[in-house]
C-alpha cells in the first residue's frame, strides 16, 4: 500500500511537471519574424546625377576631341598631297606622290582603327568604375539602414519600339517585357536620391587622377 502511494505521487508530480513545462512553453512569446527590408533605385536617375559620370564624360570628351582634330589635320595633308599630285607634270613625280597618298590613306585608317579601340577602352572603363562605385556605396548603405536588398527598379522604364530596328514591333515589346525584372515598387522605397549623394560625397574626395588615361 505504501509502495502504491509512492507511485501515485511520482506520477502525479511527473504529470503536474510536464503540464507546468507545456504550460510555460505556450505561453512564452515567439519573438516575431524581422520583415526583410528592401531598397529600390531608379538607375537612370542616379547615373544621370553621378558627379563622377560627368567628370569622365567631359574628359572623354576632350580626348575624343583631340582625336578629331588629328584625324582632321591627318586629313587635310591627304588633300593637299592629292592636289599636288594632281597638279604634277611630271609623271615620275605625280606616281610618286600617289603612291605616298595611298600609303598614308592606308596610315590614317590604321591610326583611326586604333584611336578607336583607345576610346572604346576609357568608355568600358568608366562603367567599370561607375558599376563598382555604385556596389561598393550600395552596400555602405545597406549596412547603413539595414536593408537586406538594394534591387534596380526597372518597372520605371517605358517600352519603347522602332520601326527603323529590323525586329517586329510586337517582338520588340514582349523583349523588352521578358527583361523586365521588377513590375512595381512602391516610391517609399526609393533610396535612389540617398545612394546619389553617397556615391557624389565620395566621388569628391576621390583621387584626383580617377578618369581617361592621358594621351
Do not use: C
Amino acid at each position: 500500500m505504501k509502495n502504491f502511494n509512492i507511485q501515485t505521487v511520482v506520477i502525479a508530480a511527473l504529470v503536474a511537471f510536464g503540464l507546468g513545462s507545456f504550460a510555460w512553453g505556450v505561453s512564452r512569446p515567439v519573438a516575431p519574424a524581422q520583415a526583410t527590408r528592401v531598397g529600390s533605385l531608379n538607375l537612370a536617375k542616379v547615373l544621370d546625377k553621378l558627379q563622377e559620370k560627368s567628370d569622365w564624360e567631359a574628359q572623354l570628351g576632350a580626348l575624343q576631341n583631340q582625336m578629331r582634330d588629328e584625324a582632321d589635320s591627318r586629313k587635310k595633308k591627304l588633300e593637299a598631297e592629292v592636289k599636288q599630285a594632281a597638279s604634277a607634270t611630271d609623271g615620275a613625280e605625280q606616281q610618286r606622290i600617289a603612291e605616298q597618298v595611298v600609303l598614308e590613306q592606308l596610315q590614317l585608317e590604321q591610326w583611326a582603327t586604333l584611336k578607336g579601340g583607345e576610346l572604346d577602352l576609357e568608355n568600358s572603363l568608366m562603367w567599370q568604375s561607375i558599376y563598382r562605385h555604385l556596389r561598393e556605396e550600395s552596400a555602405k548603405l545597406a549596412e547603413s539602414e539595414d536593408y537586406d536588398y538594394i534591387i534596380v527598379n526597372d518597372g520605371t522604364n517605358e517600352i519603347m519600339t522602332s520601326r527603323e530596328a529590323k525586329v517586329p514591333l510586337s517582338q520588340q515589346v514582349l523583349e523588352q517585357i521578358g527583361r523586365r525584372h521588377i513590375i512595381f515598387a512602391s516610391p517609399s522605397t526609393d533610396i535612389s536620391d540617398k545612394l546619389i549623394v553617397r556615391m557624389n560625397n565620395t566621388h569628391a574626395t576621390a583621387p584626383a587622377s580617377v578618369g581617361p588615361a592621358k594621351k
